[in-house]
Every structure is written in structure tokens, then in C-alpha cells.
């Protein structure tokens, strides 16, 4: 059943909006999966190192999986819809397991719901393909405002291919070591840059739970240096 769907997240919209009161002068990101990690996660019924289940049925019944696709991407689309109306000012899409499809499965498969879902969406969306370095030059083709990378992906490089604003990728356990290590990590990614504006340092992937608060306020710093 798909219908209901985004009655049942309603609590979601109400916290983007006390959010949105509460911050009415600082961005406020809305955020979603994207169809493919939704996908695994259906079909799988939890986590896996390699998802081998979905990746073989995009092969074993392709008219059936893109059949599902649309109607994730169909959610998704209202989704985040909603979280733009209750006050996000950007959209994040987490396609968090599309770096395990090689680059003709990704185009044949992902990428058409991608586009549908950009072009319908008209708040600015950040896309974010862990492990898809080798996607960028067909990423580059979407309609979004930008691209969040991970960690292994050379932001200077992201940026020559994308042309567009990207965020990252400082490697999250960098934050369980030392202030110096954080630090470093920081220049690295501004010397990577070269001089390009358009990019929002972050996290490669999200926070650990083990982080201790003290790490993220040195990062932070780190940043505010880097100017």
C-alpha cells in the first residue's frame, strides 16, 4: 500500500517547522533516501555489505524494479515536498547504496527516477552518492543544486566534473582522533578546492555515534578558519 504514506511522517513536518521557528535565520535541511537505498532496504529487509539481492532482481524482473522505483520516487518526491512547505530551505537525498551498481546498471536503472524526482522538486536539492565516484560524470547531467561527497572522493576533482556546489568530506572517524588529525583534515580539503567557493565543508558521512562533542567544536573552528 503507498497511499498514507506522508500522513504517517506528519511528525516529520512538524519538527522541520518548530525547527524552521525556533531558526528562522539559520538553513535548515530537509532530507530523504533516495529510490535505490530504499529500494535495498525493501527488498533486503535490513542492512547488508553488499546487497547482492537487489542488485541481481534489477536483472531478474528489470520491469518489476522499475515499476517499485517510480512509486518510491513518487514518495519521496511528496516527501520531501512537504519538508520544503513546512520550511527547509535545501533537500538532502541520501543515495547511500549507489555506489555499489556499476555505471551502466546506475544509468539504465537509477538515474531516469533521479531526474524525474530533481525536476519535480522545486526547492534546491543536494544529492549525495556514497561510493559514486565513478557516477560523477553522469551525476553531473541532473538538474540539482549540488552534490554531497564521502570521504574517498577528491573534492577538487568532484568539483572539475560537477561544476556545481559541493559539501563534504572530512572521513567521520577522523573526529575520534585527534585535534591535529581534524585539522589536517580540514586543509587537506581546502588545498584540494584550490581556491573554489562554492563548496560546504562537512562530514564525508554522518556523525558516529561515539563522537565526543569537543571533536565537532574543533572542526567547526577549523573551518572558521579556513574562511
Known amino acids: 500500500q503507498w497511499g498514507g504514506i506522508t500522513e504517517k511522517l506528519d511528525y516529520v513536518y512538524q519538527a522541520v517547522e518548530d525547527l524552521r521557528k525556533n531558526a528562522p535565520e539559520k538553513a535548515l ?3 530523504a533516501g533516495a529510490p535505490w537505498t530504499l529500494f535495498c532496504y525493501l527488498v533486503e529487509g535490513e542492512g547488508s555489505s553488499d546487497f547482492w539481492r537487489p542488485r541481481a532482481m534489477l536483472w531478474q524482473k528489470p520491469a518489476f524494479c522499475q515499476e517499485i522505483l517510480g512509486k518510491l520516487t513518487e514518495v519521496i518526491v511528496q516527501h520531501l515536498q512537504k519538508q ?3 520550511g527547509a530551505d535545501v533537500l538532502q537525498v541520501f543515495d547511500t547504496w549507489g555506489g555499489l551498481l556499476p555505471a551502466y546498471d546506475y544509468r539504465t536503472f537509477i538515474l531516469p527516477h533521479l531526474q524525474v524526482m530533481a525536476e519535480q522538486l522545486r526547492t ?3 544529492l549525495f552518492v556514497r561510493g559514486g565516484g565513478h557516477l560523477l560524470p553522469m551525476l553531473a547531467r541532473l538538474p540539482v543544486a549540488g552534490f554531497s561527497l564521502d ?3 577528491d573534492v577538487g576533482e568532484a568539483g572539475r566534473i560537477l561544476g556545481r556546489c559541493t559539501q563534504g568530506n572530512l572521513d567521520n572517524v577522523r573526529l575520534l582522533g585527534s585535534a591535529e588529525g581534524i585539522e589536517q583534515g580540514i586543509s587537506e580539503i ?3 578546492l584550490g581556491g573554489r567557493q562554492n563548496h560546504i565543508y562537512n562530514l564525508g558521512h554522518g556523525i558516529l555515534p561515539q563522537t565526543p562533542p569537543e571533536a565537532v567544536q574543533v572542526m567547526v573552528e577549523a573551518i ?4
Open 224 to 227: 572558521r578558519r579556513q574562511g
Open 190 to 192: 581546502a588545498r584540494s
Open 124 to 126: 534546491p536539492v543536494m
Open 29 to 31: 535541511y530537509g532530507f
Open 151 to 153: 570521504a574517498a572522493t
Open 84 to 86: 520544503a512547505q513546512a
